[in-house]
């Protein structure tokens, strides 16, 4: 089975910083495309940015410029790297990946379970 596993959301006043990672885990043979995504209340899920597998990078145009996304392949790792917060970044993010299990060689979209980031003063 293949988990992926966010951290590193909580409070933070407008303008401030966070960094989420995400840790991929389980029987895995590779990952493609890595995303994070975010829902906030009473919305829809939307994309915030995603990177493939040799690093080419998409944001939402809502975030370009404060937002960078990033991985580590060996440590089979991603992070949202969140500067100058709103306080219309609060929402739920979630993150993504494109795995292919060893077991199977089937691939999979998988989903962490989600970390709340909330911006207020």
């Known amino acids: 089975q293949v988990q992926l596993v966010e951290s590193g959301g909580g409070l933070v006043q407008p303008g401030g910083s966070l960094r989420l990672s995400c840790a991929a885990s389980g029987s895995i043979f590779s990952i493609n495309a890595m995303g994070w995504y975010r829902q906030a209340p009473g919305k829809e899920r939307e994309l915030v940015a995603t990177i493939s597998s040799v690093g080419t990078t998409n944001y939402a145009d809502s975030v370009k410029g404060r937002f960078t996304i990033s991985r580590d392949n060996a440590k089979k790792m991603a992070y949202l790297q969140m500067n100058s917060l709103k306080p219309e970044d609060t929402a739920v993010y979630f993150c993504?990946?494109?795995?292919?299990?060893?077991?199977?060689?089937?691939?999979?979209?998988?989903w962490g379970q989600g970390t709340l980031v909330t911006v207020s003063s």
């Open positions: 993504n990946g494109v795995i292919r299990q060893s077991a199977t060689m089937r691939t999979l979209e998988v």
